[in-house]
């Protein structure tokens, strides 16, 4: 019968430090990168590609700018990110090791350079502007 009490409070006590270490406060709240892609001449281009993905190559993925140039990557968990954008045939160089902690919110610009010969498809819809 002596085993009881022994079994009661050691089970009492391991419940108390689970509830406690419960209790820690974790770190919760996505992550965002928001930014903007500007062209050779230093012009927000509308529909240019960001590919992100972790600094360790894990989950690539693409997102798109909008209308002006802005784009915007929501829940994202913290980490190290790699990013690069395109657009008509021109792309950024990588921005590598982008550190993002957690519910942090932080924004880029992301600049397209020129290749050794300027896509016609950048000229020609830049010219239009």
Known sequence: ?????????????????????????????????????????????????????????????????????????TKLRAADYDLRASGKGVFSEWEKNVPLRAGETKNLTLHLVYAKQIPKAYVKSNAKQ
């Open 1 to 73: 019968m002596k085993r009881a009490p022994v079994f009661a409070s050691i089970f009492l006590v391991t419940m108390i430090l689970a509830g406690t270490a419960l209790a820690v406060p974790q770190h919760k709240g996505s992550s965002t990168l928001n930014g903007v892609v500007l062209g050779p001449d230093d012009r927000p281009v509308a529909h240019a590609s960001v590919s992100y993905q972790s600094s360790g190559g894990s989950a690539p993925h693409v997102v798109r700018t909008d209308s002006s140039g802005h784009f915007t990557i």
